[in-house]
């Protein structure tokens, strides 16, 4: 059984802030632009719930093709 002290944060510490950036990205992009299939607010939780396939899901999905 491995301790906090044994995961690598150094490795760690560039994907976690990529993948917040990501949500981040996304949460703004639905936020600021309308939405397909779902409501904003489903976007939203399916982003924050699934890190990074709810994001990956929204961008393939969710965006509408004739936005602004």
Same mark, same amino acid.
């Given at each position: 059984?491995?301790?906090?002290?044994?995961?690598?944060?150094?490795?760690?510490?560039?994907?976690?802030?990529?993948?917040? =950036?990501? +949500?981040?990205? $996304? *949460? @703004?992009? !639905?936020?600021?632009?309308?939405?397909?299939? /779902?409501?904003?607010? =489903?976007? +939203?939780?399916? $982003? *924050? @719930?699934? !890190?990074?396939?709810?994001?990956?899901?929204? /961008?393939?999905?969710?965006?509408?093709?004739?936005?602004?």
């Amino acid at each position: 059984m491995s301790t906090v002290s044994e995961i690598p944060w150094a490795a760690l510490t560039p994907l976690i802030v990529l993948a917040l =950036a990501f +949500v981040i990205y $996304c *949460l @703004i992009d !639905i936020s600021r632009n309308e939405v397909k299939h /779902l409501p904003k607010w =489903a976007w +939203v939780v399916i $982003c *924050l @719930i699934s !890190i990074p396939f709810g994001c990956i899901a929204y /961008l393939l999905l969710g965006r509408d093709p004739n936005r602004r």
